[in-house]
């Protein structure tokens, strides 16, 4: 590794560049952060009560979300001429939905130690929540995302999967689709798949893998131990994601997320990048899981330039994760220390033939 203070690196797919510091030994005590809860008791939580029932629900926390009001100006304009707005501009009325997927009632622990059957459920129902929205045809994008510990900006303690419907694409995603579209064109080979073959082939940070995902810190890792959960199948869509494909990808965040226990149980973002809702996107997305602990504070050189610095380079989060591994918290690869699922494709349980 270089020897100066950053160590710049691009992201094959965005081409955005991230600074990794690799002048400093790891420090673990520095990074090791506890998730902080709410406090809720059953009686407090609203997840709790809300809606009535024992099992995985979806509770509608705003029927309409969003009101895209575009530029100062463009509100301007509209508000001066209500009667003819120009297409596109101003005040374009509300649209879209916040709504959250809730464990049973009093699930107040984490991912990692939830039951696997209420995981596949949960993620279940973000995969039917995706397939609606395309279905609906109303709203271009339907975000899913985990929040865990307040300093990850959780408001509940509750178990729970966040979604909303977005009107747009976000700009992250929107810089992944182009990305890969023009990665396809110029090498022939979704950027995705050869990320997984690539890390599984290196495993200098490769986490974990089983027949159907594999877990690695990507190369140009924009905050310390981020990790991406992909499937090895390529798939653009996560609301058609099979029942195999959703077991394994359940498997492996569960395990995955045990890892961070060496981090003292920090809060995190886990965050869904799927094919926009209204674009069809097949041969050149790759839909897949991000895991971001929350570890540090914002510093002046990114905001001032936009440039993601991260103080923990991947490789080293990949060696204190395994660490764990290889103490017993998995099993592990007899060679190179790396957790394995132990299922074939063919294992995982069959559901309604998706």
Known sequence: MAGGLFELRKDDITGWWVAVVVDREFERERFKVRARPLGQTVETCPNCREPE?????????????????????????????????????????????????VAPPGHHGTLADESPAIVVEM?????????????????????????????????TDHLCFDFYDLPQIPHRVGEELGGAAR?????????????????????????FEDAASVCFAPYASRSPFELW????????????????????????????????????????NLVLHTAPLRQRVDETYHWHWEIHPRLRDIAG????????????????AVEELLGEARAGVLAAHETAGIPVGGRSWDAFPRGDGR
């Open 229 to 268: 959960v992909v499937p090895r199948h390529h798939a653009a869509d996560f609301g058609r994601a099979t029942d195999e494909q959703l077991t394994s990808a359940a498997e492996t965040l569960q395990k995955v997320l045990r890892l961070l226990a060496v981090l003292d149980g920090p809060p995190y």
């Open 53 to 101: 029932g024992d099992g995985v629900r979806v509770r509608v926390l705003k029927p309409h979300a969003f009101t895209v009001a575009g530029s100062e100006h463009d509100g301007r304009t509209s508000a001066a001429d209500r009667e003819a707005p120009e297409p596109g501009l101003g005040l374009v009325g509300d649209i879209g939905s916040w709504q959250t997927i």
């Open 301 to 316: 050189l990114e905001l001032g330039t936009g440039l993601p610095v991260n103080p923990v380079s991947p490789e080293e």
């Open 183 to 207: 990665y396809l064109i110029g090498k022939g080979v979704c950027p995705f798949c050869r990320l997984v073959r690539d890390e599984v082939a290196g495993r200098d940070r490769l986490v």
């Open 123 to 155: 993620l279940a129902r973000a995969r039917d929540a995706i397939a609606q929205a395309c279905a609906a045809e109303e709203t271009d994008y339907l975000q899913v995302v985990q929040n865990w510990g307040t300093q990850a900006g959780a408001r």
